[in-house]
């Protein structure tokens, strides 16, 4: 069964932290991780990564994979209030094509004024 | 591009009661999915569509869950009877087969069941 573990589940920081996100995969066929955002309302995709090693990058936020080790990291500099959301990490399931894919229980971040 | 659209967008009802969600998946999007949002277990994908035919139902909790796609751009989940255990977010998303598994999410019904 595939498996998404996020870590922590719950983060509080200060404006102007640094924050790094872990999410840590088991799954059989691996195709890609996803990260997404999710405040109020729906989650939003941020990155989707399938190479280890690249990082990618938009803005203050940062996520890098590594296939060997079985994690991703979601890294965001200088935080703002605005950054307070739960975090997503998520893989497609084992099957082809476009199948869903299995959440993480997300990381649930506070950015304190 | 008006994203993937649900309604209601709230909904309370009684125990008992037949509760249908609806879903507008994004326009040439060829898979759809409905997904379960509660605190206990995150999000859980309940089942999903390719050109409209359900492909993995796998995740439906019991019979009284059903989904029906009848053309490309509209869906339904339907619960009959509703339970007060049912009270969750549900999230219709979509995606384009060959981009990846980028899947972009509705804003999702809430539902009460009382």
């Known amino acids: 069964e595939d498996k998404v573990v996020q870590s922590p589940l719950s983060l509080v920081v200060h404006e102007g932290d640094t924050v790094t996100l872990n999410c840590s995969y088991e799954v059989t066929n691996f195709r890609s991780l996803l990260w997404y955002k999710q405040e109020k309302k729906a989650p939003t995709f941020l990155f989707m990564l399938?190479?280890?090693?690249i990082e990618k990058k938009s803005g203050r936020l940062s996520s890098i994979l590594d296939k060997k080790e079985l994690f991703s990291i979601l890294n965001i500099t200088a935080t703002q209030t605005g950054d307070s959301a739960v975090y997503l990490c998520a893989v497609p399931d084992s099957g082809g094509g476009a199948d869903g894919l299995t959440f993480g229980k997300g990381t649930h971040l506070i950015i304190q004024p | 591009d008006a994203g993937v659209i649900q309604s209601p967008r709230h909904e309370v009802t009684e125990m008992g009661q037949e509760v249908t969600l609806r879903c507008k998946p994004i326009?040439?999007?060829?898979?759809l999915f409905w997904y379960r949002q509660t605190m206990m277990r995150g999000l859980e994908l309940l089942i999903y569509f390719n050109n409209n035919v359900p492909i993995d139902d796998s995740g439906m909790p019991e019979d009284r869950f059903s989904a029906k796609m009848p053309n490309a751009s509209f869906s339904t989940l339907k619960i009959q009877p509703s339970e007060p255990r049912d009270s969750a977010v549900y999230f219709c998303a979509s995606s384009l087969q060959g981009t990846g598994n980028t899947i972009y999410f509705g804003e999702g019904s809430w539902l009460t069941v009382v």
């Open positions: 326009s040439g999007h060829d898979y």
């Open positions: 399938t190479s280890s090693g």
